[in-house]
């Protein structure tokens, strides 16, 4: 967005919407179930949208999403549990370790490609659940219990906006579209002085990092970790996978409009749990072969855009 | 001498088991092989076969030869259907759209799987005693000698298909280039269909041979020996037939073997393990002939 | 009489009658939530749970209800998943404004949902959850069953006091909390008491396959094998043992008990020993109906959980009876004090959130559980 009206007009959006939510939560209209719905769907809005990153966008395959999430989940709570360290710095810390694991999960990714870098980054989520699973300082298979509830909805709210942020900033960059060349054509890029290498491994952990955060705010939310494939292992990852999917990749909004959907959604289809299950790999196979580019078809929301259509002048598409 | 026992005894378990990996490796390798693509829904259709040969067992009161047949061919329609509905609309796609929507296929049939069989583990109809047959100091049931007389009795048919009829040359030929089996006049859709059907029907029998031998089918059953097996079939050489025999084996004996060296505990994180050396260091597996990617 | 003019009077008299007989309506229900595992991996526990305490919220309802009002449960599923359950409690407390949660299931979910129950003064009441530091989230936290340091030090004591045991070798499931807590209990015990764990090997929830441990552990040839696992699991593992040439005394605990055990170990259960709740055989006219009752209602024998499950949901019932309301306080206050005679024998309910009640020993035998011992707390 280069407009400074279209930032301003956007912060102040943003900050109504968080007013707004406080508002009606001290007012006694959203309920706390209500709210912990709209954390975690801050929380899953992270980490679609770092998925996109790596997916969407430098285009890697990578279905181990919620290995970087389990790291920054289970060191966070760690370190304020046991070591009493002060919620942002471990958070942080949460962050930064799953970024290094992206880088050592990125640097052999170098060599593979498609349906090979799947299975390998699927492999490496399953390594790290079952490490943690072994690893009795955090709770092993009983899982992680007492962790300190310092998750609020407006720590989440932040937190996800500066990923968005972040992540689109960076997309719009010079090194976003070294990454876009590098998912347009690996082989050619470094013809174009592109190193694949370099970038691929910067997506991977970037996305990494981001993961950990929202896992972070996931473990201080729920107050208990369990090393289960639905909380941190590949059923974890197909969930973001299929959220990133719906949405579209290469779409930073259809990634939050997905995420918030896909979260709230199951709430009101209660009724259906038993069928829940059915229905969205039906949703899925049936966006797949009709249309692959996801809801959004990778397009973005633009400000900028909507402003020009109030002023007249010709929309400006804005190609991601 | 008490150890060499126990590696013989472990060998002859890793077999058992590794046969069946072979047998759901060799449906991963033969999709792969033809139209590159991981079939993640094959271990849910060992899973599907195991409840075919279940109810044809147990409702339809057959005895076991007629029903691993009920099964197979239950199964094999299945995998048809599914490649014609999921996968055949996506033959032009990039990679990752047929990706997920194997995955989706895969969640469909565990789910509907607990929708209409129920979720709970059902116990397998027994359809033959107990025996076990002493070898030496080495034992082995008759059950494990089940398991290997089908599994290798279906290998060489699979063997004798694909080697040296026509139809397994019209297979080889579109694993081989699909454009040009097409300019040959060779029905290329129905090769598909029918390399599904055959992945899917080796999947079945091995599903039934599993409820035999373990006694126990449940929906999710196929998951985890459904991620072994392609990790097997890529050991061996993913789109090499040979290859899936020798990595399921392989698979089968290491993790027996694993456990005698070391811990049960890190088994399974074993298989993962042994993937991504295999995906770093030899990406085309034991079998497999390097490929060179074209620009 | 025009035929609008009936139309117009028959309207006015329903009317009225839609003012006036609400006023005779019965009072309004008792809101009482049950969070369980009926999708996911796990479904046929939570199956079962839920199968109980349906059954036993209708049995309490056809009586009269409590304090002349009937209850109305709110079933949630979890899907095994512990975000879900958090969901499934907030919604509950927020929405539903339950007077008491019961369930979840599985320890995964009850120490997601401990927290929120807790932090909002709401009783929470887990029939199943086992794990021993459910308890230490809450006062308001409780459970029904005992806790797997007990199930597991009884366990070792009976096998090296009664069975006169002094080696023993565990296989158990180290990706399950159950398995482990009731694995680190025997074997503290076992030790303790001067016996020997000689040999001990894991597997993962799911597996199959378990001959690669069972050679291993049927090297050292141990005199006993603790197989701490549900029945879907121990099953498999006892014919798996069997069948290898094993002789060991087989010991098991109460997630052994189902109608399906049988089946899944091929018959080579036979000879077992295990530590339960109740026993069928026990002569107690509660326990035989429930058992005819749920197996003519559902279509199979009631399993360990459903017994808990349906006694659980006693407890609860019972204690709102004795507190006379449903404000949080004195349910909890209740909850701490009461007891009931169930279908899984006597309990009284502690403040500490964990039940007192004692467990029994059974062998099984002609296919039969049959009552060896009682282990009073």
Redesign the interface.
């Known amino acids: 967005m280069k407009n400074k009206l279209s930032i301003l007009l956007t912060a102040v959006i943003l900050l109504l919407i968080y007013t707004g939510v406080r508002l009606m939560e001290s007012g006694g209209v959203l309920l706390p179930y209500h709210v912990q719905i709209l954390s975690l769907c801050c929380i899953n809005v992270i980490l679609v949208v770092s998925l996109n990153l790596i997916n969407g966008f430098t285009g890697q395959f990578s279905i181990g999403h919620a290995g970087f999430f389990a790291i920054g989940a289970y060191l966070s709570a760690y370190l304020t549990v046991k070591l009493q360290v002060p919620f942002v710095p471990a958070l942080i810390c949460g962050g930064i370790l799953a970024g290094i694991t992206g880088l050592a999960v990125g640097l052999p990714a170098l060599r593979l490609r498609g349906d090979y870098l799947a299975i390998a980054t699927l492999g490496f989520g399953e390594i790290i659940r079952v490490i943690i699973l072994n690893t009795n300082a955090v709770g092993g298979a009983r899982g992680f219990s007492g962790i300190p509830k310092y998750t609020t909805f407006g720590l989440a709210y932040l937190t996800a906006i500066i990923t968005v942020v972040a992540i689109r900033n960076f997309v719009s960059s010079d090194y976003g579209r070294a990454c876009l060349a590098v998912r347009e054509d690996e082989i050619a890029a470094p013809s174009l002085g592109v190193n694949s290498t370099y970038f691929k491994v910067l997506a991977f952990s970037l996305g990494a990092f981001f993961a950990g955060t929202a896992g972070a705010l996931f473990s201080h939310y729920l107050q208990y970790m369990a090393p289960t494939p639905s909380q941190i292992g590949f059923l974890k990852s197909i969930d973001i996978l299929i959220m990133l999917v719906l949405g579209g990749l290469g779409s930073i909004t259809g990634s939050i409009v997905a995420a918030v959907v896909l979260t709230v959604l199951p709430e009101f289809l209660r009724g259906f749990a038993e069928y829940r299950m059915v229905i969205y790999p039906i949703l899925l196979i049936a966006v797949m072969i009709y249309r692959p580019a996801g809801l959004l078809a990778g397009r973005e929301f633009s400000l900028d855009s909507l402003l020009n259509l109030f002023k007249g002048a010709r929309t400006r598409v804005d190609h991601s | 001498m008490?150890w060499q026992i126990?590696v013989l005894?472990?060998l002859i378990?890793?077999l058992?088991?590794g046969s069946i990996y072979a047998l759901i490796a060799l449906g991963y390798t033969m999709v792969y092989g033809i139209i590159?693509?991981?079939n993640f829904a094959h271990g849910e259709i060992y899973m599907l076969g195991a409840y075919f040969g279940f109810y044809a067992i147990s409702v339809l009161k057959l005895s076991l030869l007629p029903a691993i047949l009920l099964s197979m061919g239950a199964a094999a329609l299945v995998g048809v259907l599914l490649e014609r509905i999921?996968y055949r609309?996506?033959r032009s796609?990039?990679?990752?759209?047929?990706?997920?929507?194997a995955?989706?296929?895969?969640?469909?049939f565990?789910?509907?799987a607990?929708?209409v069989f129920?979720?709970?583990?059902k116990?397998f109809p027994?359809a033959m005693p107990?025996r076990?047959i002493q070898l030496g100091k080495v034992?082995i049931?008759n059950r494990q000698l089940l398991i290997f007389g089908v599994a290798v009795l279906l290998m060489v048919l699979l063997h004798l298909l694909v080697n040296y009829t026509k139809f397994g040359r019209a297979m080889r030929a579109v694993a081989g280039d699909k454009e040009a089996a097409l300019l040959m006049g060779i029905n290329v859709d129905r090769i598909i269909s029918i390399t599904f059907a055959l992945g899917s029907a080796l999947a079945a029998a091995a599903g039934i041979l599993?409820g035999m031998y373990?006694?126990?089918i449940?929906p999710?059953?196929g998951?985890?020996p459904g991620l072994k097996a392609?990790v097997a079939a890529?050991l061996g050489g993913i789109g090499v037939v040979p290859g899936a025999v020798v990595g399921g084996l392989l698979m089968g004996v290491a993790?027996?073997l694993?456990?005698?060296i070391g811990?049960?505990?890190?088994?399974?994180?074993v298989a993962?393990?042994v993937?991504?050396v295999v995906?770093?260091f030899r990406?085309s597996g034991l079998l497999g002939k390097k490929g060179i990617?074209k620009? | 009489m025009s035929y609008e003019r009936i139309k117009r009077v028959v309207i006015c008299v329903m009317l009225v009658c839609a003012l006036v007989v609400p006023g005779f309506a019965q009072e309004e229900p008792i809101k009482v939530g049950l969070i369980s595992s009926l999708t996911g991996s796990v479904s046929t526990y939570g199956q079962s749970v839920r199968n109980a305490v349906t059954m036993a919220v209708d049995d309490i309802n056809a009586s009269g209800g409590i304090l002349g009002r009937q209850i109305n449960l709110v079933i949630l599923d979890d899907k095994g998943d512990g975000t879900e359950a958090a969901q499934a409690a907030r919604r509950l407390i927020d929405r539903e404004n339950v007077a008491l949660i019961l369930g979840p299931v599985i320890t995964p979910c009850v120490m997601a949902v401990a927290p929120i129950a807790q932090a909002a003064g709401v009783p929470m009441l887990t029939p199943t959850g086992t794990g021993d530091e459910i308890t230490t989230i809450g006062d308001f936290i409780f459970r029904g069953a005992y806790k797997d340091s007990f199930q597991g030090r009884v366990m070792a004591q009976f096998a090296f006091e009664n069975l006169g045991l002094r080696e023993a070798a565990i296989i158990y499931d180290v990706a399950n909390d159950y398995s482990v807590g009731l694995r680190t209990a025997f074997k503290t015990t076992f030790e303790g008491l001067g016996g020997r764990v000689i040999a001990e090997e894991s597997y993962y929830t799911g597996d199959t396959d378990f001959s690669a441990q069972l050679t291993a552990l049927a090297m050292r040839n141990p005199a006993a094998l603790f197989i701490p696992d549900y029945y879907s699991t121990a099953g498999p593992i006892l014919m798996q043992a069997r069948l290898m040439g094993m002789d060991s005394v087989m010991l098991g605990v109460d997630g052994w008990d189902s109608p399906d055990l049988t089946a899944l170990a091929g018959g080579f259960e036979e000879g077992g020993y295990i530590v339960n709740h109740y026993s069928s055989e026990v002569d107690s006219p509660v326990t035989q109906e429930f058992i005819a009752r749920y197996t003519a209602t559902f279509g199979q024998a009631p399993d360990a959980l459903a017994a808990l499950a349906y006694d659980g949901t006693l407890i609860a019932a019972k204690a709102l009876e004795a507190a006379g309301t449903t404000e949080p306080a004195a349910l909890k206050e209740a909850l701490g004090i009461v007891g009931i005679e169930g279908v899984t024998g006597t309990i009284n309910m502690d403040p500490e959130g964990t039940p007192i009640k004692s467990a029994v020993i059974l062998t099984i035998t002609g296919g039969k559980w049959v009552l060896v011992d009682r282990i009073d707390p």
Not at chain 2, 94 to 101: E, G
Not at chain 2, 263 to 269: E, P, Q
């Open positions: 008490a126990t005894q472990q378990n890793g058992a088991v590159k693509l991981i999921a609309p996506l796609s990039p990679r990752i759209s047929v990706l997920i929507t995955i989706g296929a895969s969640l469909l565990q789910s509907t607990q929708l129920g979720a709970s583990f116990p027994q107990f076990r034992f049931t599993v373990y006694n126990r449940d999710y059953m998951m985890m392609f890529v993790e027996n694993v456990v005698v811990s049960s505990t890190l088994r399974d994180a993962f393990a993937l991504i995906l770093l990406p990617e620009v």
